[in-house]
């Protein structure tokens, strides 16, 4: 049945995304492993989709030979697949900062998507989002961030070290906010973490909220579907909402099968009617597991009323 949605669906389709997140291994032979369970996998499914939607941990770590070594992998895997990239970092892109801090910021992964033409990422280390699009769909990808001389980082949607010199306030959050409010049409959001109501980490992520009543979904990783000992009761929660929103979050990881579940992804569809597909992938078993079909018009928010009423306000 899920194949017989999938190739209706895709037949409709008007635009077509690959959403992966959190590789994130330690040493090469793994990353080599389980990047060629989903890129075979992808290649079989004959490479459909027009973007690729990274969100972060591609490598995990602080020996810079390896990192290194699995960025190579990776950029010439992706790089045969000849599809646009955009990337959005984890916290394990930002292992080695943790374990050099009197060293300048160095994420090899950020960089070589940075420096690799028609690939897309944050402009600069520092930059908290950046604005892609897919068809007439404006797309926000929410970064992690660090300052270049490594002086502060934010990872686990948390200030983790420099607190003091950090840039940003929550009227920054909230002129993003406004910036994404203004888009004429209907927009996505994603990143390597969720919103309230996720699976893991959200703190930074909710100063954006209320989410403007334009933003339909959310997508994310860093919560391992499958790893018992960091999502517990939530280790194999796949979709949720944004609490106090009707906006659904999808967690799309993990593209490793150690840690995670399998080796597991998302393709999803956006039809002219501006309806959506989500489908779930399991790349080692070679086939999809669930479809997920959004409703085409979210409720409206009820976090300035609601949430007070029947909720308990934030401090």
Known sequence: MFDTLYKESFSRAAHRVWILSDLQQSLPENTRRCLSAGITDFEELGRPAEQIWYLGDAVEGADADRLIAMCRLQEDAFSALDIPLFYATGNHDYDYCRSHKDEPAWMPFYRMVKDH?????????????????????????????????????????????????????????????????????????????????????????????????????????????????????????????????????????????????????????????????????????????????????????GWDDKRLEYGVPKT
């Not at 660090?146 to 949607?157: E, F, L, P, R």
């Not at 959200?202 to 209320?210: C, E, I, R, V, Y």
Request: glycine share 8%.
């Open 117 to 301: 033409p028609g690939w897309h990422t944050a402009g600069d280390c520092e930059d908290f989002y950046f604005r892609g699009q897919i068809g007439d769909w404006p797309v926000y990808f929410l970064c992690n961030h660090i300052a270049k001389d490594n002086s502060w980082s934010v990872t686990h949607s948390h200030v983790r070290w420099g607190e003091d010199k950090y840039p940003y306030t929550d009227g920054d959050a909230q002129a993003l906010r406004r910036k994404m409010a203004a888009e004429t049409r209907p927009m996505i959001t994603c990143g390597h973490y969720g919103f309230s109501g996720c699976n893991r980490d959200h703190d930074l992520m909710d100063k954006l909220l209320p989410l403007p009543p334009n933003e339909r979904i959310h997508f994310y990783g860093h919560s391992h579907i499958g790893d018992w000992r960091w999502g517990k009761k939530d280790t194999w929660r796949r979709i949720c909402w944004v609490d106090w929103h009707d906006v659904p979050q999808i967690d799309v990881s993990s593209f490793e099968n150690i840690r995670g579940e399998h080796c597991r992804s998302v393709l999803m569809h956006i039809y002219d009617d501006g309806n959506m597909g989500v489908f779930f992938r399991d790349h080692d078993r070679h086939i999809f597991t669930e479809a997920y079909f959004p409703a085409l018009d979210n409720g409206p928010a």
